[in-house]
């Protein structure tokens, strides 16, 4: 019997928060460009930090969801000799993750920008499309999302032999149990 998720499930639930954190971004950076625009550009802007509580909290919970349905997958689903190896390649997809976010930042950047525009990515983030950019990532994780449904529904989880339970009885002893005092008594009498 399996108590709470199994680790596709919460591989699954990860994608999930963390596609819907960068709707969330997406969503909160709309906002944030529209009061930009309302105001000059040396104004600091009236918007609160508190805003960015949603994203970073569903992104955060999907990456611990992920992490620990990932690591508890390669663990409990690879052969013996492969748990080693399967722990090093959870660590070098987390590599390739972040690499590719770098490449997909620079390729977003050369093909929304150009020598007299910005761009969505840029330095001056008031005067470029992070909200875009944000909604990008959102279809992208959701993309993301439905392949994993599909290949993890291919899945076939690998069973593992139990022994079997052995019931342990204990029978009562034959040897009386004795008090303390009931051994004061035998040595008064012996005296």
């Given amino acids: 019997?399996?108590?709470?998720?199994?680790?596709?499930?919460?591989?699954?639930?990860?994608?999930?928060?963390?596609?819907?954190?960068?709707?969330?971004?997406?969503?909160?950076?709309v906002k944030r460009l529209s009061v930009a625009k309302e105001s000059s550009e040396t104004?600091?802007?009236?918007?609160?930090?508190?805003?960015?509580?949603?994203?970073?909290?569903?992104?955060?919970?999907?990456?611990?969801f992920i992490y620990t349905g990932q690591l508890d997958f390669f663990i409990t689903q690879s052969p013996k000799g492969m748990k080693t190896v399967s722990t090093g390649l959870f660590l070098?997809?987390?590599?390739?993750?972040?690499?590719?976010?770098?490449?997909?930042v620079s390729i977003v950047t050369a093909v929304t920008g150009?020598?007299?525009?910005?761009?969505?990515?840029?330095?001056?983030?008031?005067?470029g499309r992070l909200d875009c950019f944000y909604g990008l990532l959102a279809a992208l994780s959701f993309i993301n999302f439905g392949l994993f449904l599909v290949c993890a529904s291919w899945f076939r989880r690998k069973t593992v032999k139990r022994?079997?339970?052995?019931?342990?009885v204990v029978k009562e002893s034959a040897i009386q149990e004795t008090s303390f005092y009931s051994i004061l008594e035998l040595e008064n009498h012996v005296a």
């Fill in 43 to 64: 104004a600091a802007l009236l918007v609160t930090v508190f805003l960015l509580i949603p994203q970073f909290f569903l992104v955060g919970s999907g990456e611990a």
């Fill in 92 to 104: 070098t997809t987390l590599a390739l993750g972040f690499y590719f976010s770098s490449l997909l």
């Fill in 163 to 168: 022994a079997p339970e052995v019931e342990i």
């Fill in 114 to 127: 150009s020598s007299s525009k910005q761009g969505w990515v840029g330095e001056n983030i008031n005067k």
């Fill in 1 to 29: 019997m399996v108590i709470g998720f199994t680790n596709l499930r919460r591989i699954a639930i990860g994608l999930f928060l963390s596609a819907m954190g960068m709707a969330a971004a997406a969503a909160i950076e």
